[in-house]
């Protein structure tokens, strides 16, 4: 009995695919899946040229049809209906899981991707629409898709994330290179020695007088121990220790949010 099938693509493999139903693993089974892929590709590639206007390559689709192909191929059941029948879905939804995994370049929820699809598909309903030339307004396009204002604000916002422009890209007509990263902020170096200065401020105002000179000698005059000692007139190992200590106690103060640290008694 003859198979009825809804396209001139679809060869008769019905015997074809029994026999490898019956055929266990190895190089006679890999041959029967080539001669039934290579049958079928031509319907495979047919289903790919329905999504060439989605901006991808033809070349790319037709590869993620095929794949999709050689798993149904490999999965069908003979005795549980056409081949056809089976085929089309499988194919089918390999290629729309390549578009929602692998060509978003900013990645958003399920339910956004959704609406951008059914934005752009009533937006280009309308425009085919005759004596509509104009650009659909929002309202058109809520009302053509069935959806609300806020859904096709969101789904227009997706439109803009399918595709990313690179930090390179660059802005306006101008010969001067500029680029969209020459209008990101840096991290400015100044800013950090700002906040230690500030974070420090409560722990030097604790210290007694003849401590914050010491520290200005060293730290700001870059004067060695030794100088620091003579000036101050005391050993070189107590202008150590008083450092040290001194250093322990502004650290402190800017750790606990300027809390006073008073030398002890």
Same mark, same amino acid.
């Given at each position: 009995?003859?198979?009825?099938?809804?396209?001139?693509?679809?060869?008769?493999?019905?015997?074809?695919?029994?026999?490898?139903?019956?055929?266990?693993? =190895?190089?006679?089974?890999?041959?029967?899946?080539?001669?039934?892929?290579?049958?079928?590709?031509?319907?495979?590639?047919?289903?790919?040229?329905?999504?060439?206007?989605?901006?991808?390559?033809?070349?790319?689709?037709?590869?993620?049809?095929?794949?999709?192909?050689? *798993?149904?191929?490999? $999965?069908?059941?003979?005795?549980?209906?056409?081949?056809?029948?089976?085929?089309?879905?499988?194919?089918?939804?390999?290629?729309?899981?390549?578009?929602?995994?692998?060509?978003?370049?900013?990645?958003?929820?399920?339910?956004?991707?959704?609406?951008?699809? *059914?934005?752009?598909?009533?937006?280009?309903?309308?425009?085919?629409?005759?004596?509509?030339?104009?650009?659909?307004?929002?309202?058109?396009?809520?009302?053509?898709?069935?959806?609300?204002?806020?859904?096709?604000?969101?789904?227009?916002?997706?439109?803009?994330?399918?595709?990313?422009?690179?930090?390179?890209?660059?802005? =306006?007509?101008?010969?001067?290179?500029?680029?969209?990263?020459?209008?990101?902020? $840096?991290?400015? *170096?100044?800013?950090?020695?700002?906040?230690?200065?500030?974070?420090? *401020?409560?722990?030097? $105002?604790?210290?007694?007088?003849?401590?914050?000179?010491?520290?200005?000698?060293?730290?700001?005059?870059?004067?060695?121990?030794?100088?620091?000692?003579?000036?101050?007139?005391?050993?070189?190992?107590?202008?150590?220790?008083?450092?040290?200590?001194?250093?322990?106690?502004?650290?402190?103060?800017?750790?606990?949010?300027?809390?006073?640290?008073?030398?002890?008694?």
């Amino acid at each position: 009995m003859s198979t009825h099938h809804s396209h001139h693509d679809a060869p008769e493999t019905q015997n074809t695919f029994v026999l490898l139903s019956g055929t266990p693993e =190895g190089r006679e089974r890999d041959l029967l899946v080539e001669e039934l892929v290579e049958a079928w590709l031509p319907m495979a590639h047919r289903l790919a040229l329905k999504y060439r206007n989605k901006g991808e390559s033809t070349d790319d689709l037709k590869q993620v049809a095929a794949l999709g192909l050689v *798993k149904a191929v490999e $999965r069908y059941e003979p005795g549980r209906g056409a081949f056809e029948s089976y085929a089309v879905p499988t194919v089918t939804g390999e290629l729309r899981r390549h578009f929602r995994d692998h060509t978003w370049d900013v990645r958003v929820p399920r339910r956004v991707q959704d609406l951008r699809n *059914k934005v752009r598909v009533a937006r280009r309903e309308l425009l085919d629409q005759p004596g509509h030339a104009s650009e659909p307004n929002d309202e058109d396009i809520a009302v053509q898709a069935d959806l609300t204002l806020d859904e096709v604000h969101d789904g227009q916002e997706a439109m803009e994330s399918y595709n990313s422009l690179s930090l390179e890209a660059e802005l =306006g007509t101008s010969a001067d290179g500029f680029s969209l990263a020459d209008t990101l902020g $840096r991290r400015e *170096k100044a800013y950090d020695l700002v906040t230690d200065r500030e974070a420090a *401020k409560e722990g030097l $105002r604790s210290l007694p007088e003849r401590e914050r000179e010491i520290l200005y000698l060293r730290y700001f005059e870059d004067m060695t121990q030794a100088g620091i000692a003579e000036r101050v007139g005391c050993s070189q190992m107590h202008v150590s220790r008083l450092i040290t200590k001194s250093c322990e106690r502004v650290r402190a103060g800017a750790v606990h949010g300027g809390e006073e640290h008073r030398p002890a008694a």
